[in-house]
């Protein structure tokens, strides 16, 4: 397709979404409402209407709107591309997704039955149990329930293995140049880009740049800068454009402003809908209970309850989570996710599309570590609607792609193979030493980078790290930061002779300063 054929293809994408949205009939409203008003005249009705829509800031949400589908669309294609083409091109990714969707399906079945636990009551809740839920529903940390029987249905090391195994049946790594590209546990052929590319990229992060997060490295005094930068952050809050927000994110968003920045950044406004939205899933998680609640307590008992940072946002975490499981516009975001949300079968009738139900309601199966990725928003939203919104945003844009098989380039698949090239490449003799004790740098860094680092840092450098994914749109910094952190230990690690004492060397990351780290592997390493 040309360019002219892709931006049309695009627009009429967006103007197709817009419509339907409440935003469109709030416009529409305002449109009508303007009418009589006197400034409005009948022989210039068009510009003069457009006129009071910007003016009034109508325009501006607008825009942001447009901004925030720009980021979720699906990439131009072929109009007569089937779908499943759209989710994921590369046919071996779309059949390993589909196996491990199977893994996961076939586990939670087996949990169901020999548990003896339906995956859900076909009756909704008892009126006592409802009461009782709704009367402890901000202090649902205290109640203790019995989950000794409930196990994760995986693991990120399991999801490792698969991706260790993946292949490309068409592809001969024979034809690859040096031996140095089977030194890594990830076999598949995708571009990643190297240093020199990603200096490009990200340019803003360049040595010689103010950075929020940083000390003393800059030519700019960190008082002066800050200052300076602060004023700039409120001046883009006020002013509400999503795209200025996230290019602001690049270099750091100061604390006061953060919450603020993220929401605007994604779009994410907590209007009355928002607020009705978030009760109206609340009221489904009192009326029912489903098999995957009890995978949600147990994993935020196994994690978030146990971390010095979140222990304390308990509470939240179950609120968040419970009501993530039931939200079916959530579902929309499989349009462009490799993943297809699992099915269940009511009445028994396996097989039969009639009866099939997607289980959980939101398609997304709940695994160990997931509490983690709503953990550190916390800190910044304590609105629990709001919350809810941020993160629903944050994993419909990037955390699905930690735990699903694509060929994205912010994909884990991707992300794991550019942090093996940067360390192969730039740290030859640390990953051939680790290689020969049985310790894959990928199998030390493969949990930090599926939870984009969320419960290893110290939560100030979390949140910087975050703030350039934002910056960014891409989880690419996570496989940055992750080779920049070996790259750091890089003088214990040569010393270590075993995969359990490499671990020790990198067990403790919470008094690292990210920015530091990313700036000097990026931009001091010799090319």
Request: aromatic share 12%; hydrophobic share 40%.
């Given at each position: 397709m040309d360019e002219g054929t892709e931006l049309s293809l695009s627009i009429a994408q967006i103007v197709q979404r817009l419509k339907g949205s409440h935003l469109h009939s709030q416009i529409e409203?305002?449109?009508?409402?303007?009418?009589?008003?006197?400034?409005?005249?009948?022989?210039?009705?068009?510009?003069?209407?457009?006129?009071?829509?910007?003016?009034?800031?109508w325009e501006k949400k607008l825009q942001n709107a447009v901004y925030r589908e720009l980021h979720l669309q699906l990439p131009p294609s072929h109009p007569t591309a089937p779908p499943e083409h759209l989710k994921e091109p590369l046919a071996y990714m779309r059949k390993a997704q589909a196996s491990w969707e199977k893994r996961i399906l076939k586990s939670l079945n087996s949990m169901s039955t020999e548990l003896g636990v339906p995956l859900a009551r076909q009756v909704g809740r008892p009126a006592a149990?409802?009461?009782?839920?709704?009367?402890?529903?901000?202090?649902?940390?205290?109640?203790?329930?019995?989950?000794?029987?409930?196990?994760?249905?995986?693991?990120?090391?399991?999801?490792?293995?698969?991706?260790?195994?993946?292949?490309n049946p068409n592809h001969d790594s024979r034809e690859e140049i040096g031996a140095r590209s089977?030194?890594?546990?990830?076999?598949?052929?995708?571009?990643?880009?190297?240093?020199?590319?990603?200096?490009?990229?990200?340019?803003?992060?360049?040595?010689?740049?103010?950075?929020?997060?940083?000390?003393?490295?800059?030519?700019?005094?960190?008082?002066?800068?800050?200052?300076?930068?602060?004023?700039?952050?409120?001046?883009?809050?006020?002013?509400?454009?999503?795209?200025?927000?996230?290019?602001?994110?690049r270099r750091g968003c100061p604390t006061g402003l953060r919450a603020d920045l993220w929401a605007l950044i994604l779009n994410s406004t907590n209007q009355q809908q928002d607020v009705m939205h978030y009760e109206q899933l609340k009221a489904g998680v009192i009326q029912h209970d489903l098999l995957v609640d009890n995978l949600i307590y147990k994993d935020v008992k196994l994690t978030a309850s146990n971390d010095d940072y979140y222990f304390v946002f308990e509470d939240f975490?179950?609120?968040?989570?419970?009501?993530?499981?039931r939200d079916t516009g959530v579902l929309e975001h499989f349009k462009y996710n490799s993943a297809t949300p699992p099915k269940s079968y009511?009445?028994?009738?396996?097989?039969?599309?009639?009866?099939?139900?997607?289980?959980?309601?939101n398609g997304?199966?709940?695994?160990?570590?997931?509490?983690?990725?709503?953990?550190?928003?916390?800190?910044?939203?304590?609105?629990?609607?709001?919350?809810?919104?941020?993160?629903?945003?944050?994993?419909?844009?990037?955390?699905?792609?930690?735990?699903?098989?694509?060929?994205?380039?912010?994909?884990?698949?991707?992300?794991?193979?550019?942090?093996?090239?940067?360390?192969?490449?730039?740290?030859?003799?640390l990953f051939y030493h680790l290689r020969q004790i049985g310790a894959q740098p990928l199998r030390i860094a493969f949990k930090w980078m599926v939870?984009?680092?969320?419960?290893?840092?110290?939560?100030?450098?979390?949140?910087?790290?975050?703030?350039?994914?934002?910056?960014?749109?891409?989880?690419?910094?996570?496989?940055?930061?992750a080779a920049a952190v070996f790259a750091f230990r890089a003088e214990n690690l040569m010393e270590v002779t075993s995969l359990a004492s490499a671990e020790a060397v990198l067990a403790d990351l919470s008094t690292l300063k990210v920015i530091p780290l990313i700036q000097i592997f990026l931009f001091a390493t010799a090319i």
């Open positions: 409203r305002q449109a009508k409402d303007c009418l009589h008003r006197p400034e409005i005249k009948l022989e210039s009705l068009k510009e003069d209407v457009r006129s009071y829509l910007k003016t009034s800031g149990e409802q009461k009782e839920l709704t009367d402890k529903w901000n202090e649902m940390g205290t109640d203790e329930p019995d989950l000794s029987r409930f196990r994760p249905v995986y693991a990120p090391k399991d999801f490792l293995e698969v991706l260790i195994g993946l292949r089977h030194w890594g546990l990830i076999q598949v052929p995708l571009n990643v880009r190297d240093i020199p590319q990603l200096r490009q990229a990200y340019s803003e992060l360049n040595l010689n740049s103010g950075q929020l997060g940083i000390d003393d490295h800059a030519h700019v005094h960190p008082d002066l800068f800050e200052n300076d930068y602060v004023q700039t952050g409120q001046k883009v809050v006020v002013e509400q454009d999503s795209a200025a927000a996230q290019q602001y994110s975490l179950y609120q968040v989570l419970l009501c993530f499981s009511l009445h028994g009738k396996v097989g039969d599309e009639d009866y099939a139900v997607v289980y959980p309601p997304v199966v709940p695994f160990h570590g997931f509490s983690m990725y709503v953990a550190p928003l916390c800190f910044l939203y304590n609105e629990p609607s709001k919350l809810y919104s941020v993160f629903r945003e944050m994993y419909i844009r990037y955390f699905f792609r930690l735990h699903s098989i694509s060929s994205s380039f912010s994909g884990i698949v991707s992300l794991c193979l550019q942090f093996e090239r940067l360390l192969q490449t730039h740290l030859p003799q939870r984009a680092f969320s419960g290893y840092l110290s939560t100030d450098q979390l949140l910087l790290l975050w703030d350039r994914i934002l910056g960014y749109d891409s989880l690419e910094v996570v496989a940055v930061l």
